[in-house]
């Protein structure tokens, strides 16, 4: 009996002691060392590029021969006149208003029919205009240049302000009963325009006969 249960209890502590073991996996499942590659290593970044020079400005072409020249030689000139106007004009803005005075005025002569009469009128002269044209000629070989180059002096402070004082002075003529007087004039012209040029127009047919 004694026999009969100590084999059980040998079996029974072999079974133990078996699966207390520890389970080594064999060499073959060691750890393998990783095969990956590591990253390359950063390369430090471009300097950027110099900076260039700084380019020359390119000085202007001259100017071609011609009209145009000669107009952007006057340029240097101006600039002393157009601050001598400015200069002026700053310090009397009744100018502007006389002058608007005197425009408003001219709007009002020029309305109808005051344009219409002007121009029958023109037309009604063109015959004695014909006769004139040897003195249109004359006028036409007048070296006009040179006459502006000369009268280019008279843009002075002397000069703006007699202007000035001539375009007030228009401003408080032109007025309502001048503008009817004008229109009046225009109108009794007419006639005597139109009397004038037949007597010239015979007069001259005479001469050349």
Same mark, same amino acid.
């Given at each position: ?35 990956? /590659?590591? =990253? !390359? %290593?950063?390369?430090?970044? $471009? *300097? &950027? #590029? /110099?900076? =260039? !020079? %700084?380019?020359?400005?390119? $000085? *202007? &072409? #001259? /100017? ?11 340029? /240097? ?133």
């Amino acid at each position: 009996m004694a026999l009969a249960i100590t084999m059980p209890a040998l079996i029974l502590t072999s079974a133990m002691s078996t699966s207390s073991a520890v389970v080594r996996p064999p060499a073959s499942f060691s750890t393998i060392p990783s095969s990956a /590659p590591s =990253s !390359p %290593p950063r390369l430090p970044l $471009p *300097l &950027p #590029p /110099p900076p =260039s !020079p %700084p380019q020359q400005q390119q $000085p *202007l &072409p #001259p /100017p071609a021969g011609g009209a145009a020249a000669d107009l952007v030689t006057l340029v /240097p000139d101006l600039i002393p006149l157009l601050r001598t106007v400015t200069a002026f004009l700053a310090g009397r803005p009744s100018f502007l208003e006389d002058l608007a005075t005197a425009i408003i005025g001219l709007g009002q002569i020029l309305a109808a029919p005051f344009p219409a009469q002007t121009r029958g009128l023109i037309n009604t002269a063109t015959d004695l205009l014909g006769g004139l044209s040897p003195l249109l000629q004359f006028v036409a070989q007048i070296d006009f240049a040179r006459i502006t180059t000369s009268l280019k002096g008279l843009f002075d402070p002397d000069f703006i302000e007699g202007a000035v004082r001539m375009i007030k002075e228009v401003s408080g003529v032109i007025t309502t009963e001048f503008v009817t007087q004008i229109v009046q004039i225009v109108r009794d012209i007419a006639p005597l325009i139109s009397a004038m040029s037949e007597f010239l127009t015979a007069l001259i047919a005479s001469l050349i006969r």
